[in-house]
């Protein structure tokens, strides 16, 4: 997963980024968590983007969230079914984004 994060480029994704990341090799799925709307700088054109995202490999479940870069919140196993392991990540991803919880950010990972 480090391979991902560090194709990441360093500001949070578009929507549509994230879902071209879906027919990346590495992935199974890619999900934004949470949206919001913004201007790109070099056309002053309206986008959607994701500050917070799950990223998911045959065999784990990786919640991140960018904040001076792309920081990992939640990594959890898939299994057979990985609907607990996305549901956790989902949860640790919105509480990374609420104000006052960035500071925890490494602990969550432990």
Known sequence: MADVLDS??????TTTEVAALNDADA????????????????DDEPVEIATGVILATPGRVTGVVHDDGWTVVAAEPAGDDRTDALVACEDAVEDALKPGERADLDERTD
């Open 8 to 13: 990441l480029p360093d500001r949070p994704l």
């Open 27 to 42: 992935l199974d799925l890619a999900l934004p968590v949470e949206t919001e709307e913004a201007v790109r700088t070099e």
